[in-house]
């Protein structure tokens, strides 16, 4: 049987953080070899997937989102406190509350 050297890029574990977790990567490499009936093993045979790569500007927003929620359940859900403590406005706060509720919605997957 032939070894074929394969360029992978960034992917994880759906669900785990994988980087770094060599046995881990093993043991799916073996099981993929073992199972898989065709001549090369791909991404799909591994159960990895792509890893959406963000920009600054994508990875401040979330950021962002978080410390406000974390603000707004300090303040006990208090829309207009966390406004007040916060200096921005109402439709400002609840864009920040959608984007926050996303974000935990997309890493339940």
């Known amino acids: 049987m032939e070894f074929h050297r394969v ?8 669900g785990d953080d994988f980087p770094g977790n060599v046995r881990e990567l093993e043991k799916m490499l073996e099981q993929a070899f073992l199972l898989c009936n065709k001549e090369n093993i791909d991404v799909d045979d591994l159960g990895l997937k792509k890893i959406k790569s963000l920009t600054i ?47 935990e919605k997309n890493n339940q997957k």
Not at 88 to 96: D, K, N
């Open 7 to 14: 360029f992978i890029p960034t992917y994880e574990v759906e």
């Open 57 to 103: 500007g994508e990875k401040v927003r979330q950021y962002k989102a978080k410390l406000i929620y974390e603000c707004f359940l300090i303040n006990g859900r208090d829309i207009k406190k966390t406004c007040k403590e916060l200096q921005v406005s109402r439709a400002q706060l609840y864009r920040y509350l959608k984007i926050y509720n996303e974000l």
